[in-house]
Nanobody
């Protein structure tokens, strides 16, 4: 069982920045992929970005150039730097990991609200 603890959500004005962090309770040895999904009200959960143990990243088109994912294998953490935020980025953001045994675990979610 892997537990994930997220932090860093909040309210920000359009054009502002936020940094989300997620800490995993297990060694990075057991984790292949880490990343973030988000779910806006009335919409399906969507993949925002992911990063493999080797550092290969993937971003959805709408966040490319604005969001940056990073991973600290020594600390078992994954961060999401979000810049130039837009109202359409408003959502609950969920950290997730996929282990080497192909099990997926989710964090409880953190609210990001972009509004003036």
């Amino acid at each position: 069982q892997v537990q994930l603890v997220e932090s860093g959500g909040g309210l920000v004005q359009p054009g502002g920045s936020l940094r989300l962090s997620c800490a995993a309770s297990t060694s990075i040895f057991y984790i292949n992929v880490m990343g973030w999904y988000r779910q806006a009200p009335g919409k399906e959960r969507e993949l925002v970005t992911s990063i493999t143990r080797a550092g290969t990243t993937n971003y959805r088109d709408s966040v490319k150039g604005r969001f940056t994912i990073s991973r600290d294998n020594a600390k078992n953490t994954v961060d999401l730097q979000m810049n130039s935020l837009k109202p359409e980025d408003t959502a609950v953001y969920y950290c997730y990991v996929v282990t080497r045994y192909e099990n997926t675990y989710w964090g409880p979610g953190t609210q990001v609200t972009v509004s003036s």
